[in-house]
């Protein structure tokens, strides 16, 4: 064990933002665990099994990384799924398992790890929100929610463990190429759904959003240079200059004609 090598703990690294996360801080030499639910073999990082909507096995991965390396220094809440749907017709346990593995999950782990660190009076926590957490976006509205939860809980913690020496950030991604499309859960609308037309619409302008996206390795070189900053900013966006002149656009913006904005650009009326 490397005392001086700083040790992560990184959420969500099986694939996406995740791996170019891992890959770029493995590169600056930092000790990285990733964690997720299907196995991956990696040269940037070691694997560990994680079920965000289980605590017990939160439990389990973070007592594997201490019986190692005895600390984390950082700990990068990245894992999340997203959920596309109608908020009338989208089912209550479909709500409740975004929340668990988006908001609860990272929580947890938060309220594990915080201990460690107050106890060495350092420690970074980098929760990963979404520039779609600035507002409700039309059938991604539990997704945003969760996003929102998120922002808010991490501008409290900041304050909360600021006296301890614990630095804590909010990045809120754009759009990247990912794979996210595949671990999206789907809240089912059937042809005579009145929602039926602007969903297929929205869903398909999603995708094509995604797939036109920046490359995960942005965000990866970005995060390696945060974490070595002795004093990052709260919040990052990063994401097209669209995506990130979202949140201006909404303070300066009367909230009718903000609206107007995103139903013109989804096409809906």
Not at 81 to 106: A, C, D, H, L, Q
Not at 161 to 183: H, L, R, S
Request: charged content about 25%; proline content about 3%.
């Amino acid at each position: 064990m490397n005392h001086s090598q700083k040790v992560v703990l990184l959420t969500g690294a099986s694939g996406g933002l995740g791996s170019a996360i891992a890959k770029h801080l493995s590169q600056n030499n930092y000790k990285v665990y990733g964690t997720g639910r299907k196995k991956v073999l990696s040269d940037d990082f070691t694997w560990i099994f994680m079920d965000l909507s289980d605590s017990s096995s939160i439990e389990k991965a973070i007592e594997t990384i201490l019986s190692k390396e005895s600390k984390i220094d950082i700990l990068i809440n990245n894992a999340g799924i997203g959920m596309t749907g109608s908020i009338e017709e989208s089912k209550p346990e479909e709500v409740r398992k975004i929340f668990e593995v988006n908001f609860f999950g990272m929580l947890y782990t938060i309220q594990k790890v915080l201990p460690l660190m107050r106890r060495k009076k350092s420690g970074i926590i980098i929760n990963i929100s979404s520039i779609a957490g600035y507002t409700g976006l039309p059938f991604r509205g539990f997704y945003s929610a969760t996003k929102s939860a998120v922002m808010r809980m991490t501008e409290a913690l900041s304050s909360e463990v600021k006296q301890f020496g614990i630095k804590v950030i909010d990045i809120a991604p754009g759009d990247f190429q990912t794979n996210i499309a595949e671990g999206r859960l789907y809240s089912e609308l059937k042809s005579d759904s009145p929602y039926f037309k602007d969903y297929q619409l929205v869903l398909k302008m999603i995708d094509d959003e995604v797939d036109n996206g920046l490359q995960p390795k942005v965000l990866g070189l970005k995060i390696s240079k945060i974490v070595q900053l002795k004093h990052p900013k709260l919040r990052y966006n990063i994401g097209l200059f669209l995506q990130r002149m979202t949140p201006i656009l909404k303070c300066l913006l009367p909230g009718r004609f903000f609206e107007k904005l995103i139903n013109n650009h989804y096409k809906m009326k």
